[in-house]
């Protein structure tokens, strides 16, 4: 049940309110982004500077009595927001934590009515601008939980399912320096001397540079310690950069867990059930 105080309930009575909108954005590193969408000036509550930031324009919250995801959505300038199209595509605001807020500007000592808690959805930018979509905390009961029976290994290398420990200097290289760099999702680490391909379906961490903390899937390996990235970085990488270097895994039973990782023990996905194809077939 939602409370609030009797003095801000008596305001909102009033024919004339003064409240306005509070919306504080934690992300997962713990930076927090306060704003106000819908006051001309910075409001300080409980501590946190609110920025004004007219730039941003929120749609109506949409709440149904069922168990439904909780929507909303905002869009406006970046700038507005002090958000930067690189740190969007470096991840740094997914599931970030948003709180809105609703207070009497005038008095804030009338205290707050907790309106809505939601996690970041899906950004979209356009021309120094973007929109972000708001999900309601129920959005989780709308995600399957279980394993799918698939042809290919379903668990993650290293982790407890898989169990190939996770070596330094035989399946983890750290403390490499980048030698070249052709663009931001192509790379060459010179000091990477194993066949080709070892690597793909590997990961690449920067332990230095605009990429710090940041990794990325790399989606091949070449000969001489050329890394194709999956996606490119979000900021420029430099020689000399460091990096950690992960083996990779394409999760196939004699290629991978046998031959090159010597665990097929525990593989686990199931290449020999028949699949639809087969079925259909009535074989």
């Given at each position: 049940m939602k409370t609030i105080s009797d003095a801000l309930k008596s305001h909102y009575a009033q024919s004339v309110t003064t409240i306005s909108h509070l919306v504080k954005m934690t992300r997962r590193d713990g930076t927090v982004l306060a704003v106000t969408p819908d006051h001309d000036q910075d409001i300080t509550f409980d501590g946190v500077v609110y920025k004004s930031a007219f730039g941003v324009i929120p749609t109506d919250a949409e709440t149904s009595a069922a168990m439904n995801v909780d929507t909303m959505s905002a869009k406006g300038a970046?700038?507005?927001?002090?958000?930067?199209?690189?740190?969007?595509?470096?991840?740094?605001?997914?599931?970030?934590?948003?709180?809105?807020?609703?207070?009497?500007?005038?008095?804030?000592?009338?205290?707050?009515?907790?309106?809505?808690?939601?996690?970041?959805?899906?950004?979209?930018?356009?021309?120094?601008?973007?929109?972000?979509?708001?999900?309601?905390?129920?959005?989780?009961?709308?995600?399957?939980?279980?394993?799918?029976?698939?042809?290919?290994?379903?668990?993650?290398?290293?982790?407890?399912?898989?169990?190939?420990?996770?070596?330094?200097?035989?399946?983890?290289?750290?403390?490499?320096?980048?030698?070249a760099v052709s663009s931001q999702w192509l790379l060459t680490v010179a000091a990477l001397t194993q066949a080709a391909d070892f690597f793909t379906a590997g990961k690449v961490q920067f332990t230095s540079g605009q990429n710090n903390g940041l990794s990325m899937e790399i989606k091949q390996h070449l000969f001489g310690g050329e890394l194709i990235l999956q996606e490119p970085m979000p900021y420029p990488i430099a020689i000399s950069d460091s990096v950690t270097v992960w083996s990779g895994c394409s999760k196939r039973s004699a290629?991978?867990?046998?031959?090159?990782?010597?665990?097929?023990?525990?593989?686990?996905?199931?290449?020999?059930?028949?699949?639809?194809?087969?079925m259909y077939k009535g074989v």
């Open positions: 970046l700038l507005a927001l002090g958000i930067s199209e690189a740190d969007i595509a470096a991840g740094l605001w997914d599931l970030c934590d948003v709180r809105v807020l609703r207070v009497n500007y005038a008095d804030l000592t009338m205290g707050a009515e907790k309106l809505k808690r939601y996690t970041f959805g899906e950004i979209s930018l356009d021309r120094n601008s973007f929109t972000s979509e708001f999900r309601g905390i129920t959005q989780k009961l709308q995600q399957n939980l279980g394993d799918l029976v698939t042809p290919t290994c379903n668990a993650n290398l290293f982790d407890a399912r898989c169990g190939v420990p996770e070596t330094e200097g035989l399946y983890k290289f750290s403390s490499q320096s980048v030698t290629e991978d867990c046998q031959t090159k990782y010597n665990n097929v023990i525990r593989f686990r996905g199931f290449p020999k059930i028949p699949g639809q194809d087969q």
